[in-house]
Nanobody, 121 residues
Framework: QVQLVESGGGLVQPGGSLRLSCAAS????????MGWYRQAPGKQRELVAT???????NYADSVKGRFTISRDNAKNMGYLQMNSLKPEDTAVYYC???????????????WGQGTQVTVSS
């Protein structure tokens, strides 16, 4: 069984920083793309950033220049460094990964349970 577990959320003042982590566990052959999404109350889930296995990145316009996505393929970990946080960044942040399990010939999309980020003074 493959699982994604996020950590690192919390309460931070505007202008502050947080680093989210996403740990993938299970018998994993390969993690293809990883991504971070967020969902604010009353809004649809939206893409924040993605990163390929080779390290190519993509960001939502709203976070460009403030957030940085990264990964450690050897550790099956993903990260989201969030700087210059704004109140509108408040949301539940979810990790997503496209993973091929041992014994499977195809990849599947997995989601974590989410971690709350609240930006408020």
């Amino acid at each position: 069984q493959v699982q994604l577990v996020e950590s690192g959320g919390g309460l931070v003042q505007p202008g502050g920083s947080l680093r989210l982590s996403c740990a993938a566990s299970g018998v994993i052959v390969r993690i293809n793309a990883m991504g971070w999404y967020r969902q604010a109350p009353g809004k649809q889930r939206e893409l924040v950033a993605t990163i390929t296995n080779g390290g190519s990145t993509n960001y939502a316009d709203s976070v460009k220049g403030r957030f940085t996505i990264s990964r450690d393929n050897a550790k099956n970990m993903g990260y989201l460094q969030m700087n210059s946080l704004k109140p509108e960044d408040t949301a539940v942040y979810y990790c997503n990964a496209d993973i091929r399990r041992y014994g499977s010939t195809q990849s599947w999309s997995y989601w974590g349970q989410g971690t709350q980020v609240t930006v408020s003074s």
